[in-house]
């Protein structure tokens, strides 16, 4: 993984620039905004959405938002019309002419509330925990915990899912202070992002720009087309490149404005 410096820059304005279509998907939290003690504490910046509105309206690039946010908390602090949403790690999709939920969701939903009320009384045992209900994900929070209880924590936390985990009912993900409760089968951010592409232009070149372990999947994904590119490095990731932080995707993302209207000159 390099360092998306000036230099690769221009090597990635050469791969746009030969390609007839290029499609831009980012992860929310964490990439295009930075991530906060409570999810509900996020929010985009005006300039950041300006950005974004610029390049979605360019006939030769495409912008897709993939989250692991619900689709319609997505699409709200977005706010932005003709993009491609991804909520829930991919299981529900929505584009200018589709909207996509994946089968399997509703027995999901139905395991899901029988996992709720096991795991909310954590967050009065390891105070400043939460679980934040998705309705077809849930993710539990564990942030603001004092460090000497994570480990206490998590292994609890295992512990009282251990009936649909033995009987491969859910998985248990990894995020950023957070674990992520999914439905078992096979289905991510990655199998979203070939999902899109098959559906919206398969010719198209690929960017995909994400920060967390969810983002791994897309990085695999992509391995053998387009450019992948983590927020902060990590020695262990399938992205190709990285860059430092938020402000840094931001700066990336004029970069592509700038040279989107080249393009379209």
């Given at each position: 993984?390099?360092?998306l410096?000036?230099?690769?820059?221009?090597?990635?304005?050469?791969?746009?620039?030969?390609?007839?279509h290029?499609?831009?998907?980012?992860?929310?939290?964490?990439?295009?905004?930075?991530i906060?003690?409570?999810?509900?504490?996020v929010?985009?910046?005006?300039?950041t959405?300006?950005?974004?509105?610029?390049?979605?309206?360019?006939?030769?690039?495409?912008?897709?938002?993939?989250?692991?946010?619900?689709?319609?908390?997505?699409k709200?602090?977005?706010?932005?019309?003709?993009l491609?949403?991804?909520?829930?790690?991919?299981?529900?999709?929505?584009?200018?002419?589709?909207?996509?939920?994946?089968?399997?969701t509703?027995?999901?939903?139905?395991?899901?509330?029988?996992?709720?009320?096991?795991?909310?009384?954590?967050?009065?045992?390891?105070?400043?925990?939460?679980?934040?209900?998705?309705?077809?994900?849930l993710?539990y929070h564990?942030?603001?915990?004092d460090?000497?209880?994570?480990?206490?924590?998590r292994?609890?936390?295992?512990?009282?899912?251990?009936?649909w985990?033995?009987?491969?009912?859910i998985?248990?993900?990894?995020?950023?202070?957070?674990?992520?409760v999914?439905?078992?089968?096979?289905?991510?951010?990655?199998?979203?992002?070939?999902?899109i592409?098959?559906?919206?232009?398969?010719?198209?070149?690929?960017?995909?720009?994400?920060?967390?372990?969810?983002d791994?999947?897309?990085?695999?994904?992509?391995?053998?087309?387009?450019?992948?590119?983590?927020?902060?490095?990590?020695?262990?990731?399938?992205a190709?490149?990285?860059?430092?932080?938020?402000d840094?995707?931001?700066r990336?993302?004029?970069?592509?404005?700038?040279?989107?209207?080249?393009r379209?000159?």
């Amino acid at each position: 993984m390099q360092y998306l410096k000036d230099a690769l820059k221009r090597k990635v304005a050469s791969q746009i620039m030969r390609a007839p279509h290029t499609f831009v998907l980012l992860d929310f939290d964490g990439t295009l905004v930075p991530i906060m003690p409570k999810p509900e504490m996020v929010h985009l910046r005006a300039s950041t959405k300006k950005l974004l509105e610029k390049l979605s309206k360019n006939a030769r690039m495409s912008l897709g938002i993939i989250s692991g946010r619900r689709l319609e908390e997505i699409k709200s602090l977005v706010g932005i019309k003709g993009l491609v949403y991804a909520g829930n790690h991919g299981l529900e999709l929505e584009g200018p002419d589709f909207k996509y939920t994946h089968a399997k969701t509703k027995e999901f939903k139905r395991i899901l509330k029988e996992i709720i009320p096991v795991l909310q009384p954590l967050s009065k045992i390891f105070p400043g925990t939460f679980v934040e209900n998705k309705e077809i994900t849930l993710t539990y929070h564990y942030r603001l915990l004092d460090p000497k209880w994570v480990e206490t924590c998590r292994k609890e936390f295992v512990k009282r899912l251990s009936k649909w985990l033995d009987n491969k009912l859910i998985k248990v993900m990894e995020a950023k202070k957070a674990l992520e409760v999914r439905p078992y089968f096979t289905w991510n951010k990655g199998s979203a992002v070939r999902w899109i592409l098959l559906h919206e232009d398969p010719a198209s070149f690929p960017i995909y720009i994400g920060d967390d372990k969810t983002d791994e999947n897309p990085f695999k994904a992509l391995k053998d087309r387009g450019v992948t590119i983590r927020v902060g490095f990590d020695r262990n990731s399938a992205a190709q490149y990285f860059v430092k932080d938020n402000d840094e995707v931001v700066r990336l993302l004029s970069f592509l404005a700038i040279l989107s209207n080249t393009r379209q000159k």
